[in-house]
């Protein structure tokens, strides 16, 4: 073969390889992009809530937000409170709590516990909602405590379970949620990829329990019989009284609602703490959904989404327990 018939193949060669890399990297590019345009178009994503660090309570919600998930509709007000808040007069219900509270893509914002407590409640009634993804006891206690505006002529809803307690002040660094908006392109694409590479990470880094595969129960939380340890649990009641102290001080009026999970072997034991932590409290500011939920014979799968969070009929059945017991022991 001469030397110019060498050179024009390895000229071909190269012509194809190139080619194929610009070929292939435009195929890659429409994929990402379909791929992209499906999951902002679908599921909205690309444009998540945003939270802001605090070094006392942990975090929380930034302040006016307005965005579509799941064709759901999140809106944060200027309190950095889910709800439909308008200046006026008439009552105002202070809600508190986690992820279950909060609502997250599963419900909108009309269809929250907190909206339709205020709803059953009689016109003029307005609620503010601080449920918080992975908030702790401590993290809404000491919020209650930080925040410097003035409730005293405002009722506050406390919505809670024992696994709150146990979460002590949940960080915004040990969470997978962002502080700021998600940067250059493909931002559908990085959110799904950003959440389940941090999720990951967690749960191959950190987990609640101290207990390794060895061990028969976590030495650092329980103590020989497997119960929790006398200061890990007095530590839960200072959780509790701190709370209670800043509802009777800081609030016209409160209610302390305890939330139920679905599958959880450990509720009824659990419940039973919590009445004791509770027992010095006037009964009729407290409500055990678990309680309610038995006596009314409600069947779990219709309110759950999950183990913990309540479906759009859930979030109704709750608020018309709130509502009726609210009704019954408040002037």
Same mark, same amino acid.
């Given at each position: 073969?001469?030397?110019?018939?060498?050179?024009?193949?390895?000229?071909?060669?190269?012509?194809?390889? !190139?080619?194929?890399?610009?070929?292939?990297?435009?195929? !890659?590019?429409?994929?990402?992009?379909?791929?992209?345009?499906?999951?902002?178009?679908?599921?909205?994503?690309?444009?998540?809530?945003?939270?802001?660090?605090?070094?006392?309570?942990?975090?929380?919600?930034?302040?006016?937000?307005?965005?579509?998930?799941?064709?759901?509709?999140?809106?944060?007000?200027?309190?950095?409170?889910?709800? /439909? &808040?308008?200046?006026?007069?008439?009552?105002?219900?202070?809600?508190?709590?986690?992820?279950?509270?909060?609502?997250?893509?599963?419900? /909108?914002?009309?269809?929250?516990?907190?909206?339709?407590?205020?709803?059953?409640?009689?016109?003029?009634?307005?609620?503010?909602?601080?449920?918080?993804?992975?908030?702790?006891?401590?993290?809404?206690?000491?919020?209650?405590?930080?925040?410097?505006?003035?409730?005293?002529?405002?009722?506050?809803?406390?919505? &809670?379970?024992?696994?709150?307690?146990?979460?002590?002040?949940?960080?915004?660094?040990?969470?997978?949620?962002?502080?700021?908006?998600?940067?250059?392109?493909?931002?559908?694409?990085?959110?799904?990829?950003?959440?389940?590479?941090?999720?990951?990470?967690?749960?191959?880094?950190?987990?609640?329990?101290?207990?390794?595969?060895?061990?028969?129960?976590?030495?650092?939380?329980?103590?020989?019989?497997?119960?929790?340890?006398?200061?890990?649990?007095?530590?839960?009641?200072?959780?509790?009284?701190?709370?209670?102290?800043?509802?009777? /001080?800081?609030?016209?009026?409160?209610?302390?609602?305890?939330?139920?999970?679905?599958?959880?072997?450990?509720?009824?034991?659990? /419940?039973?703490?919590?009445?004791?932590?509770?027992?010095?409290?006037?009964?009729?500011?407290?409500? &055990?959904?678990?309680?309610? =939920?038995?006596?009314?014979?409600?069947?779990?799968?219709?309110? =759950?989404?999950?183990?913990?969070?309540?479906?759009?009929?859930?979030?109704?059945?709750?608020?018309?327990?709130?509502?009726?017991?609210?009704?019954?022991?408040?002037?």
């Amino acid at each position: 073969m001469s030397y110019k018939k060498q050179l024009m193949n390895i000229i071909s060669k190269i012509k194809n390889k !190139i080619f194929f890399l610009i070929s292939s990297t435009i195929i !890659i590019l429409l994929c990402l992009f379909l791929i992209d345009f499906f999951l902002k178009k679908k599921f909205n994503l690309g444009n998540p809530i945003l939270y802001y660090h605090h070094p006392n309570f942990g975090y929380a919600i930034r302040p006016d937000q307005k965005i579509i998930r799941f064709d759901k509709e999140i809106k944060i007000d200027q309190f950095g409170s889910r709800s /439909n &808040f308008i200046r006026g007069k008439g009552n105002k219900f202070v809600f508190y709590g986690d992820s279950v509270l909060y609502g997250g893509r599963l419900v /909108n914002n009309d269809e929250l516990i907190s909206e339709l407590t205020c709803k059953y409640l009689g016109a003029n009634n307005r609620c503010l909602n601080f449920g918080t993804n992975a908030y702790g006891l401590e993290n809404i206690t000491k919020r209650v405590k930080q925040d410097q505006t003035n409730y005293k002529n405002d009722f506050a809803i406390f919505v &809670f379970n024992y696994d709150n307690l146990k979460r002590g002040v949940a960080k915004l660094s040990g969470q997978p949620f962002f502080n700021k908006p998600i940067d250059g392109n493909f931002k559908a694409i990085n959110e799904v990829i950003l959440r389940y590479v941090d999720i990951k990470r967690l749960k191959y880094r950190y987990t609640q329990s101290n207990k390794l595969e060895f061990e028969k129960y976590d030495k650092y939380l329980l103590d020989s019989d497997k119960q929790i340890k006398i200061e890990v649990q007095n530590y839960y009641q200072e959780i509790i009284d701190d709370l209670l102290y800043l509802a009777k /001080n800081k609030f016209n009026n409160y209610l302390i609602v305890i939330n139920y999970s679905k599958e959880n072997i450990d509720e009824n034991k659990n /419940n039973i703490n919590l009445k004791k932590m509770m027992n010095n409290y006037d009964k009729n500011k407290i409500i &055990f959904l678990s309680d309610y =939920f038995n006596k009314e014979k409600i069947e779990f799968p219709k309110i =759950f989404f999950d183990n913990v969070h309540l479906n759009k009929f859930g979030h109704n059945v709750m608020a018309k327990i709130i509502a009726k017991h609210i009704k019954n022991n408040y002037e």
